[in-house]
Nanobody, 116 residues
């Protein structure tokens, strides 16, 4: 079992920055992918960025050049630095972990609100 503890988020004006952090606990040796998804009401959860244990990173096109994901394999943490935020980035952001056995875990979610 893996537990994900998120912190960060909040409210900011357009153009501002926020940082999200997530720490994995439990059977962290099984984790391959760590990343972030986001969801707005009435829409499916969508990938923001993720990083695998080998350092390969994927970003959603909508956040490329503005968001940076960073991972610490020793601590099994993953952060998301969000810059030049836009109102359309407003969502609940979820930390996620995928194991080598293809199990998925999710954090409780943290609200990010960007006002224009």
């Amino acid at each position: 079992q893996v537990q994900l503890v998120e912190s960060g988020g909040g409210s900011v004006q357009a153009g501002g920055s926020l940082r999200l952090s997530c720490a994995a606990e439990g059977d962290i040796r099984t984790i391959n992918l760590l990343g972030w998804y986001r969801q707005t009401p009435g829409k499916q959860r969508e990938l923001v960025a993720h990083s695998n244990s080998g350092g390969s990173i994927n970003y959603a096109d909508s956040v490329k050049g503005r968001f940076t994901i960073s991972r610490d394999n020793a601590k099994m943490t993953v952060d998301l630095e969000m810059n030049r935020l836009k109102p359309e980035d407003t969502a609940v952001y979820y930390c996620t972990a995928n194991t080598w056995t293809m199990r998925s875990y999710w954090g409780q979610g943290t609200q990010v609100t960007v006002s224009s």
